[in-house]
């Protein structure tokens, strides 16, 4: 068996080396498989390397992660182990000292797994995708790998648009995993057994399975300089890819026991997933849309997943997840039973997501009772026209009857989130933001007025984000603000903000600039990111590594530019990358949306109208759309 070997001083030269070194509670080693290995150094077992292609803290922070490691070592037929992006300092190591990137469970080289399965969760991320591979020796492309070379897999939110990494993976898988990464897995084995005869035909047979992209089976075609469409190199290639959907959420594997990390890491609690979809359709939102249709797990199991969860992690918190948590029409039944069940345990519950229209004080006061923390609310615009174009479904006095509540609560903290760039936004919008906080700034000393509190200082912080017109919303369409225009935004607003209780953060806009270019583009962007990768740049997502000019540069060298990519799309005349994957929602029901949008009309929920955008329906009461 091959393995790793660092030793202690390259270790304790690095920052945080708990990042490096495994064993952690509740990490699985499969004794049978490491007995083969040493004995053999080979093993029946399909060996699955899940990799986060960023730092530790922020790996550890994903539920994906946390599910599929458990879906995989489930298997019989499979042994799944974590890696990690090391951290710059630990990269400098590795290649110093000829370190191989390695698992954390058996320190096994990346290169000697079967398979090398990514999750992409944000587009930031891609070049610590070709990090990890080249730590790990793996060759960068599809057609590069030879027949012991890993099978190399993604999955996760950015796989709908996988076009400008499509070059460096095998394969892509659409939609959820749970069941798909076992079919797949399944496969694989077969081929295993098979001794690794025919990768081609192994990629073939593997995009049979609904949900599977193999993106080397078709190849793109352009004409005068625009994207036009995806030709099929083999004729048993599907015309289009379908999202895979678990139907059941009360059976689906859910980790109860998850690994517990060694550091202390961003979001350091217990999760528990209540449901996923939304029913809200705000047009700007991609995970509103692409997560549908809304299917909820039973207050019932998730009761008991939560109080197993608590004793088996020793966590003192545990968050409640979903796009919406107010959606959830269990919410009283599910905060009622793990109170009483946390009660006398110092546990307490985190409601994040929680709709300001849907906002109640007996449910701020019931997950409070062990700790109050700050509120986090969304409007996301500052007028209600714009609020109306974005499909947000709340108004300023929705916002203010809520936040009366809250202040009444004993609540002095909030946070806002807005966006800038919205499509249709004028400076009269962005005006509207510093209208709104300073509304809620003197709402706050109003009700404390009104009930005899004693007012203390209000810590009301406004945060804007850049618009990114994501594939897979009515928006996707649309052009993306310039650099000017974003900053003259940034600006505007800074200077309307000058109050000691209200405190301005913004997003660095050349990082949300190039996002776009990711979010947005086709194949062509595959050169342009391995260059990128080879000039030094990895770790896009952390601002004080993004190198932002030499991503224009070397866009420049390939003969792009941001604006191609940023433009926007033609409605009746332009293909989009993306158009042959099929996330349940149609293409002719963004096209409505979009135009709703501009004449700013509202769609109401899915609970209360079916908008027939066209996801699956499985149970009456959760998603009613016709197919």
Known sequence: MNQVKISRKDLMSVESPGRYV?????????????????????????????????????????????????????MEECWCERVFSPWVDMDAVMRKSNIELYSMESKSPLKDFDVVAFTLGYEMCYTNVLQMLDLGKIPFRTKDRKENDP??????????????MADFFD???????????VEVTKIIKKYKDEGKKDRKKLLVELSQLEGV?????????????????????????PDTIRKRIIKDLDNVPYPTNPVIPNIRIIHDRAYLEIFRGCIRGCRFCQAGFIYRPVREKSSETLCRQGIEIEHNTGYDELGILSLSSSD????????????????????????????????????????????????????????????????????????????????????????????????????????????LARKIEKLYFDVCREQGIKARRPEITVSTSMYIPKPFTPFQWEKQNTKEEFLQKQSHLRSLLKSKNIKYIWHDVETSLWESVLARGDRRLCD?????????????????????????????????TWEMFAKGFDVDDEHLPWEHIDVGVNMSFFKKEREKAYREEITPPCRTKCSACGAQCFKVGECYAPK
């Open 22 to 74: 495994g064993g952690e509670f509740g990490s699985v080693i499969k004794e049978n498989v490491l007995e083969q290995l040493e004995k053999t150094g080979t093993c029946k077992e399909v060996r699955t390397a899940f990799c986060f292609p960023d730092v530790y803290e922020i790996g550890m922070s994903n539920l994906a992660l946390q599910i599929l490691y458990k879906c995989l070592n489930d």
């Open 328 to 435: 959830y029409t269990g919410l009283k039944e599910l905060t009622d039973g793990l109170l009483e069940a946390f009660e006398g345990r110092h546990t307490s519950l985190s409601l994040p997501s929680l709709r300001i229209d849907n906002f109640a004080l007996d449910l701020m006061e019931k997950v409070s009772q062990t700790r109050k923390s700050g509120l986090t609310f969304a409007p996301e615009a500052g007028t209600q026209r714009l609020r109306d174009v974005i499909n947000k479904g709340i108004c300023e006095e929705d916002i203010m009857k809520s936040l009366s509540l809250a202040f009444a609560g004993g609540w002095s903290t909030v946070k806002l989130y807005f966006m800038l760039g919205l499509p249709t936004e004028t400076m009269e919008d962005v005006e509207g933001i510093a209208d």
């Open 151 to 164: 099978i190399v897999v993604c999955g996760g939110p950015c796989a709908y648009n996988i076009e400008p």
């Open 528 to 560: 342009v990111i391995e260059d990128g990768y080879r000039k030094g740049c990895f770790y896009d997502a952390w601002d004080d590594h993004f190198k932002y000019d030499t991503w224009m540069e070397t866009l420049t060298e390939h003969g792009l």
């Open 213 to 237: 992209y193999v993106p080397s089976l078709y190849e793109p075609v352009y004409e005068d300089g625009r994207y036009v469409g995806l030709n099929k190199l083999h004729e048993s290639a």
């Open 171 to 181: 394969l892509a898988m659409m939609g959820e995993g749970e069941e798909l990464i």
